[in-house]
């Protein structure tokens, strides 16, 4: 088998299982930062791409590192996407307002729009409007949407846990999250 043909293989095959529900799609590459979202319903593992959204990831880290996320619900659930980030979630007689909030301390800066697709299991940064507002709100694609291409800050993909983020509803707390180095178990 030639090697273009052998990568042929290898890129369509990771295409279906991003396409496919509830498939992982594997091994973080190394030297990434990889997060652990323990959540109600299960756990879900994101890698984060710290060479391409340097600022970013260093952003969430931070916010990882303070506890930020745990308590925190998810605010919006959508057949194409889960979202969170808003520390308002944690107060549900404040329902009507999630979404709103953030850690009020936006990244000023529009990382890689180009370079990655909205495709399954995408982990990308909500923002107001302009990809340099983007702080605190984190969305994870259930669904393939080429329409949100080039207009958020990609930052990760979940490589296990996908069936858990299909599960996840409107409300579903985060019980914690933790911090690995590429590689740990």
């Known amino acids: 088998m030639t090697k273009t043909i052998r990568t042929s293989l290898i890129a369509i095959a990771t295409a279906a299982a991003m396409a496919s529900p509830g498939v992982d799609v594997g091994a973080a590459r190394a030297g990434n930062p990889i997060l652990d979202f323990e ?3 299960g756990t879900f593992t994101i890698e984060l791409y710290q060479a391409d959204a340097p600022k970013s990831v260093a952003h969430i880290l931070a916010l990882v590192k303070k506890n930020f996320y745990r308590g925190q619900r998810f605010h919006r659930v959508e057949a194409s996407l889960a979202q969170f980030g808003d520390p308002g979630t944690r107060d549900m007689s404040r329902i009507d307002y999630w979404g709103s909030g953030n850690s009020g301390a936006p990244i000023g800066v529009a990382e890689n729009l180009k370079k990655y697709k909205h495709v399954r299991g995408t982990v990308a940064m909500a923002n107001s409007g302009d990809a340099r507002s983007s702080d605190s709100q984190l969305y994870i694609m259930k669904a393939a949407s080429p329409s949100l291409d080039g207009k958020y800050i990609i ?4 490589t296990s846990g996908m069936a858990v983020v ?3 509803v409107k409300t579903d707390r985060i019980v914690n999250v933790t911090i690995k180095a590429a590689g740990q178990p």
């Open 39 to 41: 959540t109600q319903k």
């Open 155 to 158: 930052v990760g993909r979940v």
């Open 166 to 168: 299909d599960k996840i």
